[in-house]
């Protein structure tokens, strides 16, 4: 595997990815909420980062941009920031616009962006084919998805079908630690669903030791969530309504 990728929990259930190509050394943060924890990891593991990547416009995933871009050039290097076109009136600090088809490159690699509106209406995801991860902001989560605050049922519905479509060994990585919380919702949904208890029980006694269970991966969520499994826009609306509710 030429891509690592290192968790840095922030605030209170964000995860901030520094992710380093290894054979070009190239390192970039996925949605930094804020600068301080990332400039210092990166500083313990001796990575120079060269880029930021942003899925969506909410503070929580572009807080940091600024403050690494400066930190980076002050030490002589260059960071450049790429997030979603159809967003850049609110995250002033892009300087390369994605869009739904492009290719970004990183280092030797190269990801894949795919547009998933509806949490907001220009949230992007980055599509590692060769490595077979993905970054995925807030659109997919373990056992969730995001809110519809910018979009509807129906795009949700279509971005589950689109990230459904990266196979079941794609490594999804969310951009919160929200899976308890979900999976209890999840569990009200299919009482009966033999493989989201066993979850459930796993990722329990994962947190009471302090784990993360973040990164998920397309074959569980095919497996155990109730949004990705909903076999409607309604279906899919009525339970978003209800967890929005809960
Ligand atoms: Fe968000
Ligand atoms: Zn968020």
Redesign the pocket.
């Known amino acids: 595997m030429s891509v690592e990728v290192v968790r840095i929990p922030v605030l209170s259930d964000n995860y901030v990815w520094l992710v380093r190509e290894n054979t070009s050394g190239e390192v970039m943060v996925v949605d930094p909420a804020v600068a301080a924890p990332v400039l210092e990891k990166a500083a313990e593991l001796g990575w120079q980062i060269t880029q930021i990547w942003n899925t969506?416009w909410?503070p929580?995933?572009t807080g940091g941009n600024a403050e690494i871009k400066a930190a980076v050039e002050a030490q002589g290097g260059s960071c450049i920031i790429t997030g979603p076109a159809a967003e850049a009136g609110r995250i002033p600090t892009l300087d390369v616009l994605a869009r739904g088809g492009d290719v970004v490159a990183f280092g030797t690699t190269t990801a894949a962006v795919i547009d998933v509106p509806a949490?907001?209406a220009g949230h992007i995801a980055y599509h590692f084919g060769y490595e077979g991860i993905a970054f995925v902001?807030?659109t997919l989560f373990a056992m969730g998805c995001?809110r519809l605050f910018e979009g509807t049922a129906e795009q949700m519905f279509d971005n589950m079908r689109k990230l459904e479509a990266l196979g079941d060994d794609t490594a999804i990585y969310c951009?919160h630690e929200y899976t308890l919380s979900n999976g209890r919702f999840a569990l009200s949904v299919e009482p009966d669903n033999a493989a989201l208890a066993e979850r459930m029980a796993m990722v329990t006694a994962m947190r009471e030791r302090g784990e993360p269970t973040v990164p998920t991966s397309i074959a569980l969520e095919r497996a155990t969530n109730p949004f990705m499994r909903a076999s409607s826009v309604a279906e899919l609306a009525e339970r978003r309504l209800a967890k929005d509710q809960a």
């Open positions: 969506h909410h929580d995933h949490h907001t902001g807030d995001g951009a």
